[in-house]
């Protein structure tokens, strides 16, 4: 089991945890995570955007698309997005992704918000540890090209 910080926009953290936001998507390029590197079992920590983390998941299931063709993101988008809540500017910036990651979550966790120390722009972390209130975050993987 591995863990991962997600970083998510306040709306998106208030509708996991309220279970309207079911699956998790991330589009991207290949070899950026989350893309390869999320196995059901892992726990996701959700960060606010500037802010604490106030969540925690579990992976129930992933689905990796790749490569990602403009028809194939036209069917996610209409399959999933009632589970994923992406406006459409998610969806019109996604068209330069090569790849997409899925991730159902289950046991959705609210937590008693704390704060981490991020400092770089990375919207997903791959952690080596679980994130500590007030430590530094310690990264697993670093992005590749």
Same mark, same amino acid.
């Given at each position: 089991?591995? !863990? !991962?910080?997600? @970083?998510?926009? &306040? /709306?998106?953290? #208030?509708?996991?945890? $309220?279970?309207?936001?079911?699956? =998790? $998507?991330? *589009? ?6 989350? !893309?390869?590197?999320? $196995? $059901?079992? #892992? %726990? ?8 604490? @983390? ?11 698309? =790749? ?5 194939? %993101? /036209? ?8 589970? @994923? ?9 996604? =068209? ?8 159902? %979550? =289950? !046991? ?10 991020? &400092? #770089?722009? &990375?919207?997903? +972390?791959? *952690?080596?540890?679980?994130? @500590?209130?007030? &430590?530094?975050?310690?990264?697993? +993987?670093?992005?590749?090209?």
């Amino acid at each position: 089991m591995q !863990h !991962h910080l997600a @970083i998510v926009h &306040r /709306v998106y953290l #208030d509708k996991i945890v $309220c279970g309207q936001k079911e699956i =998790e $998507c991330r *589009l991207g390029r290949i070899g950026y995570p989350p !893309h390869g590197f999320v $196995c $059901c079992g #892992d %726990l996701i920590w959700f960060k606010e955007s500037s802010g604490p @983390i106030g969540a925690v998941a579990s992976v129930r299931s992933v689905r990796y698309v =790749e490569p990602l063709t403009r028809d194939l %993101l /036209v069917w996610i988008r209409g399959e999933f997005n009632d589970r @994923i809540c992406a406006p459409a500017s998610f969806w019109e910036s996604g =068209e330069r992704a090569t790849v997409a990651t899925l991730i159902w %979550l =289950e !046991h959705v966790c609210p937590l008693r918000p704390f704060d981490v120390a991020k &400092r #770089d722009r &990375r919207a997903w +972390v791959v *952690l080596a540890e679980p994130p @500590i209130p007030g &430590r530094p975050i310690v990264s697993r +993987v670093s992005q590749v090209a």
